[in-house]
């Protein structure tokens, strides 16, 4: 089993900057990829970026292009995901996910992740 923590969301104003962490804990080694999701109030979860743990290769939504970066350190089993350039649609509850080794559908599709955190908010003022 893998246990997922978020840390690092808050409010800040449009145009400003967050980092969230994830600590990945349990069995955690061996993780193909992680990566994190977010849902808006009244939206469905929307895929955000994944990056594999191997490799670090990167995949990232089209809207967070350019201003948000996915990372991770292997040692600490922790990912973290940079924002910047924030704006109100941003706002949402940001979710950390996991994927087991195996193969991938897609990316973006929620249903392929394993494991999930609690998630952590995010509010983006205008």
């Known amino acids: 089993q893998v246990q997922l923590v978020e840390s690092g969301g808050g409010l800040v104003q449009a145009g400003g900057s967050l980092r969230l962490s994830c600590v990945a804990s349990?069995?955690?080694?061996?993780?193909?990829?992680m990566g994190w999701f977010r849902q808006a109030p009244g939206k469905e979860r929307e895929f955000v970026a994944v990056?594999?743990?191997?490799?670090?290769?990167?995949f990232y939504q089209d809207s967070v292009k350019g201003r948000f970066t996915i990372s991770r350190d292997n040692a600490k089993n922790t990912m973290y995901l940079q924002m910047n350039s924030l704006n109100p649609e941003d706002t949402a509850v940001y979710y950390c996910?996991?994927?087991?080794?195996?193969?991938?559908?897609?990316?973006?599709?929620?249903?392929?992740?394993?494991?999930w955190g609690q998630g952590t908010q995010v509010t983006v003022s205008s």
């Open positions: 996910v996991a994927h087991r080794p195996g193969t991938v559908g897609s990316w973006s599709d929620p249903y392929e992740y394993d494991y």
């Open positions: 349990g069995r955690a080694n061996g993780m193909l990829a």
């Open positions: 990056i594999r743990w191997s490799g670090g290769s990167t």
